[in-house]
């Protein structure tokens, strides 16, 4: 079984709606009814008033900042009944689904035109910014086909929506037009390490 999160951050911050909400409407066509009342439950109590259980995505709306507490919740539920590697392809298929519906044709011809791990590294931050408020992103790149990117000072971080971020690379990578992309963690404050670091490579 997952074992509760265990961290010493102070558990702050917020998250956009953008960055889940996707996954929240895939998980509504993938999940039984049983399965998404008990995660309605865990939503139950934050008393967001945009917080709504019977509407789409639980009421979660894209353009919208809410309490990490309030995912955190919901990712302690998702995850509750699986193992670490039931989650990591949970993270892995709802994440990838979700980022394949919100990366639309138009996104997808810019990052084959203009976009390459070396702008990735450039930008990382200021995409980071736009969907969680703490944390802070590094990218190296220390081989062709190869980038390791690190997640510092995360304190809304939690080890699922941690997953996803891994995950979402392979998506991220492949819309450049890069080849066999791959990823793979390499550390998790979860776990007792400094920060969350993920490599992903490709074929050169």
């Known amino acids: 079984?997952?074992?509760?999160?265990?961290?010493?951050?102070?558990?702050?911050?917020?998250?956009?709606?953008?960055?889940?909400?996707?996954?929240?409407?895939?998980?509504?066509?993938?999940?039984?009814?049983?399965?998404?009342?008990?995660?309605?439950?865990?939503?139950?109590?934050?008393?967001?008033?945009?917080?709504?259980?019977?509407?789409?995505?639980?009421?979660?709306?894209?353009?919208?900042?809410?309490?990490?507490?309030?995912?955190?919740?919901?990712?302690?539920?998702?995850?509750?009944?699986?193992?670490?590697?039931?989650?990591?392809?949970?993270?892995?298929?709802?994440?990838?689904?979700?980022?394949?519906?919100?990366?639309?044709m138009f996104h997808r011809m810019l990052l084959r035109r203009i976009a390459s791990p070396e702008l990735h590294r450039r930008f990382a931050q200021r995409l980071w910014n736009a969907h969680f408020d703490t944390g802070r992103v590094d990218v190296e790149l220390p081989a062709p086909g190869r980038s390791i990117v690190r997640y510092r000072q995360w304190t809304s971080h939690h080890r699922f929506m941690c997953d996803m971020c891994t995950a979402s690379d392979i998506v991220i990578y492949g819309a450049m037009g890069l080849r066999d992309v791959e990823v793979k963690q390499l550390s998790c404050i979860d776990d007792g390490d400094d920060d969350c670091a993920h490599l992903v490579t490709w074929r050169i």
């Not at 066509?29 to 309605?40: G, H, P, W």
């Open 1 to 104: 079984m997952v074992a509760p999160m265990q961290t010493e951050l102070v558990q702050t911050g917020r998250v956009k709606g953008g960055a889940v909400r996707q996954m929240l409407l895939w998980l509504e066509k993938e999940f039984d009814e049983a399965r998404l009342s008990n995660l309605r439950r865990a939503l139950e109590g934050h008393g967001h008033e945009d917080l709504n259980a019977d509407l789409p995505a639980f009421g979660i709306l894209s353009s919208r900042w809410y309490s990490a507490s309030l995912f955190r919740a919901f990712c302690d539920e998702l995850i509750r009944k699986l193992t670490r590697q039931e989650a990591q392809r949970l993270a892995k298929t709802a994440g990838n689904a979700a980022l394949e519906r919100s990366l639309g």
